[in-house]
């Protein structure tokens, strides 16, 4: 089948809606989507009748409010269209109105850091008739999948994507007031756009079922190097192994048949690490279309006898996986915010734009930071395959001339052109050159029409990032359009309000390289905040600044930022403590019985020898015994430091002294454990070691 016969044959889109709905009932969603508002129960009924009589069509027996709870993934309880038996006993398939709109799933044992007591189990999903309802083709069967928020009894959010919603609205309308003021008319909303690249590592199923640690926490506490890593960069882009090849060509018709745009896919630069990249989408649907994307690979792998691992740090010493969430915005009439032009220091409009979020990446770095805080992440950032947890802005040379021309004299005269690149060979075309460079080194880079925040854990859901980037955005509109609403000459004040933010916030501005150790030293002197850990990021959430900002946003109370806050320190330390535990299984259970055994040969070996032939060397023998034995102490004592830290992370009651603990305590109690077992297993006979190895893993998929 064609791509464009495949695509979007699993989605209720409007295609569909105007072909089954009639033309007053279509027009109503459409105005709701586009708009704001109700819809009519009456109207509902309608709808629901035809979704459900679509879905029933693909072979759909049940629909589910599909939601996005604290937990970072997705949740879904199944109910069917059954109905009661008529008098005849014939069963009827029906999906109400009310049943679309609201659900009533309860889901109480959901994190909600306390907005919720035990006792406490209403909760609500409502629809977001902003994102299209689809089908997904499950082992369990078809199922029609309603994208909801959830709620709490009082209101609270007790989701991701609420909150979402919520700053979307509010950068809009902030937005708009920027366009008002410089002409726009027509555009009656601004929304923001997400492109989230996806990185990933594939193994081998049956080796990944005979390692506990992949299994319970989805990376490898334990694994000496392979020989071979990532060194000779042959993996990058190279040509995709036949088995990983049919894996990427039934994602691709899986998700194409979800309407999810697929459209890149590639080795990544650790052996084993791929890539799936889409087109962008509105912000909460490529959120939506984000989180399928990751469990569409998980199950597609299942049935290829592979594990798609989307742990940011899988494997020690190569490449970890991230997610870089490309932002944009743009009207409802198609205009980017964000396009430069040919000479963007004669666009005004996009240079009040570009200052402003200057100055929201500035004041609020310490929310960006936060927004991608993960313990999984806590072992990428930083390292040479991901930028630093410090936030700075790469804007390219031109704008960053552009930018100092400002600084310096409150406009800019003029900007560095583009030109065309002379390859040397007469028969290749000459090549347009953009006028700015990459830095894939910057968490925050400007590329071309976009932004692209390259901080994102390859697990995390995108929905926590674009919240805060919208709302900080919508922040700096909200004041620069108070300025510039009481001027009388806009040019005038605008050019000052551009020539203030960036002379205030120009600091965040770098365009070096972010891997180095001078630029955390630089960092430092100009006052940007570095937050290395989850542990040290969480605080940013519940500031007085931060609570100041979402809710004169109304994108969360205060009451929902500290729920957070206490859901971000719980989850750091039951991952944690789920990794110290598994260590301490496959430590006392997997490794050193393994060990021992390894020595009582080598012990073996040496009275045979010595018994056999008394004058014959047994040097080599008894030098592995000694080495052996000695890291075999080593990891003993290790065992029972991190046993002893383990149990003394129990007695804590508060969940933020609880995560500092581990990462203080615990956390460096497993660096030890670790580091005699990887020792061992460059010299415990493969034979006897219990687990496949880093190169059995990356290499034989």
Not at 508 to 528: C, D, M, P, T
Not at 596 to 615: F, G, H, M, N, Q
Not at 636 to 664: G, K, P, T, W, Y
Request: include cysteine; glycine fraction near 6%.
């Amino acid at each position: 089948m064609k791509i464009s016969e495949l695509f979007g044959e699993n989605v209720f889109t409007k295609a569909v809606m105007r072909e089954r709905l009639p033309r007053e009932v279509y027009q109503e969603v459409v105005n709701v989507e586009q708009n704001g508002g109700q819809i009519s129960m009456a109207a509902a009924d309608v709808v629901a009748k035809a979704m459900m009589e679509w879905a029933v069509e693909k072979g759909a027996t049940h629909y589910t409010h599909w939601f996005q709870p604290l937990t970072g993934i997705t949740a879904e309880k199944h109910d069917s269209f059954l109905s009661s038996p008529d008098e005849q006993g014939r069963v009827i398939m029906k999906l109400t109105g009310k049943q679309l709109i609201m659900g009533e799933p309860d889901a109480s044992s959901f994190p909600s850091g306390g907005l919720r007591a035990t006792h406490y189990a209403r909760g609500y999903t409502a629809w977001d008739i902003t994102s299209p309802a689809f089908v997904k083709e499950m082992s369990c069967g078809t199922i029609l999948c309603i994208p909801t928020v959830f709620v709490s009894y009082t209101g609270e959010a007790l989701d991701n994507k609420t909150p979402l919603l919520r700053s979307m609205q509010a950068l809009s309308h902030q937005a708009l007031r920027i366009l008002r003021l410089f002409g726009d008319t027509t555009a009656k909303k601004v929304v923001p756009s997400v492109g989230a690249e996806q990185e990933y590592f594939i193994v081998d199923r049956e080796k990944y079922l005979m390692r506990r640690d992949l299994i319970y926490t989805g990376r490898t506490l334990f694994g000496a190097p392979a020989p071979k890593g990532q060194e000779l960069e042959d993996q990058y882009f190279g040509v995709i192994r036949e088995r990983v090849g049919a894996f990427m060509a039934e994602l691709n018709r899986e998700l194409w048949k979800m309407g999810i745009t697929a459209t890149t896919q590639h080795n990544e630069v650790a052996p084993a690490q791929h890539e799936c990249a889409p087109i962008f989408s509105t912000c909460n649907v490529a959120v939506d279309q984000n989180q399928l994307m990751m469990e569409t690979m998980k199950r597609v792998a299942t049935k290829h006898g592979l594990v798609c691992l989307l742990h940011e740090k899988p494997f020690a010493g190569v490449n970890g996986s991230g997610k870089h969430n490309n932002w944009s915005i743009a009207t409802d009439t198609g205009e980017n915010l964000l396009d430069p032009g040919k000479t963007p220091n004669d666009n005004l409009q996009f240079l009040l734009v570009l200052s402003c979020i200057i100055k929201a990446v500035d004041r609020h770095a310490d929310l960006l930071r936060m927004s991608t805080a993960c313990a999984g992440n806590d072992l990428r950032l930083g390292a040479d395959e991901a930028p630093p947890a410090i936030i700075s802005i790469f804007l390219g040379n031109q704008l960053e001339d552009v930018v100092e021309q400002i600084v310096e004299n409150g406009t800019a005269a003029g900007c560095i052109a583009g030109g065309q690149l002379d390859t040397g060979v007469s028969t290749l075309p000459l090549i347009d050159k953009d006028a700015t460079d990459r830095n894939r080194t910057s968490p925050f880079a400007f590329t071309g029409n976009k932004f692209e925040f390259r901080m994102v854990g390859s697990s995390d859901c995108i929905a926590n990032c674009n919240t805060v980037l919208n709302t900080i955005v919508a922040e700096a509109f909200s004041e620069a359009a108070d300025i510039l609403e009481q001027s009388d000459n806009l040019e005038i004040s605008a050019n000052r309000v551009i020539a203030e933010n960036l002379r205030s916030h120009s600091r965040v501005i770098f365009n070096g390289n972010g891997y180095s150790a001078e630029w955390v030293e630089e960092a430092a002197r100009r006052g940007l905040p570095n937050l290395p850990s989850m542990v040290s990021s969480v605080p940013s959430l519940t500031t007085a600044k931060a609570v100041d900002l979402f809710t004169r946003f109304g994108v969360f109370t205060k009451a929902e930022l500290e729920s957070r806050s206490e859901v971000m320190y719980e989850t750091y330390a039951k991952v944690t403590l789920i990794e110290a535990r598994t260590m301490l299984h496959m430590a006392s259970k997997h490794y050193i019985p393994s060990v021992v055994r390894y020595t009582a040969r080598l012990a073996d070996s040496i009275c045979k020898v010595r018994a056999a032939c008394p004058e014959a060397s047994v040097c080599v023998q008894e030098d592995l015994l000694t080495r052996t034995s000695k890291l075999l102490t080593e990891a003993r004592d290790a065992l029972h430091r991190l046993e002893q830290a383990v149990a003394q992370s129990n007695s804590l009651d508060c969940v933020r002294e609880m995560s500092n603990f581990c990462h203080d305590t615990v956390v460096p109690a497993m660096h030890a454990l670790r580091e005699p077992i990887d020792s061992l297993e460059l010299i415990v006979d493969k034979a006897i070691w219990p687990v496949p190895t880093y190169g059995d893993l990356m290499f034989e998929v």
